[in-house]
């Protein structure tokens, strides 16, 4: 019994982390030239177009893991529609959506039904301060999974112009 759990388990784990995004492309994101702006090349790539770093810091040691495995972008866990998945292998984790319908609606979320608890929703500097220190707009600390960036200061508007964006990469 426990070496059946074992081996079903094994499977589920080299399904999901085939190296591929949930529509079978592979997780390196797209060329840089297929990019309609900076803010889409970082949130799929972890690279900026100037070549400025951009770093996660912190995470969880299974969330570490996660982004070895599937890249270091912000598509590895939030989706290439940026509707949020299932994390692996803490499959019981959802990263929430970063749409522009989820992050910045102007009427409060009810519950937490798009991942993003009870609390206002974003604005750019509410946005920020999740990127940059994990700090939600109630001031409370976002899921220990979620890295905190560093970029320079016009890499995160761009990242965060991308994000109010109402179309993800097609």
């Known amino acids: ?52 770093p951009i770093n996660a810091v912190g995470g969880n040691g299974h969330m570490n893991m996660h982004m070895r495995v599937h890249g270091t972008g912000c598509v590895s866990c939030h989706g290439a529609e940026r509707e949020g998945r299932r994390l692996w292998p803490q499959f019981w984790i959802k990263a929430p959506a970063l749409t522009a319908e989820a992050l910045f609606a102007a009427d409060e979320h009810d519950g937490d039904s798009d991942g993003h608890g009870d609390h206002e929703s974003y604005d750019r500097q509410s946005l920020r ?5 994990g700090i939600d707009p109630a001031g409370e600390r976002l899921d220990s999974a979620m890295p905190r960036w560093t970029m320079s200061p016009s890499d995160l508007n761009d990242l965060i112009a991308y994000f109010k964006q109402t179309h993800s990469h097609d």
């Open 129 to 133: 301060r999740a990127i940059t220190q």
């Open 1 to 52: 019994m426990i070496r059946n759990l074992f081996i079903l388990f094994t499977v589920l784990l080299i399904t999901a982390c085939n190296g591929r995004d949930e529509h079978g492309s592979p997780n390196s994101g797209s060329s840089p030239s297929e990019f309609v702006s900076n803010g889409e090349r970082i949130y799929f790539t972890g690279s900026s177009a100037s070549g400025s």
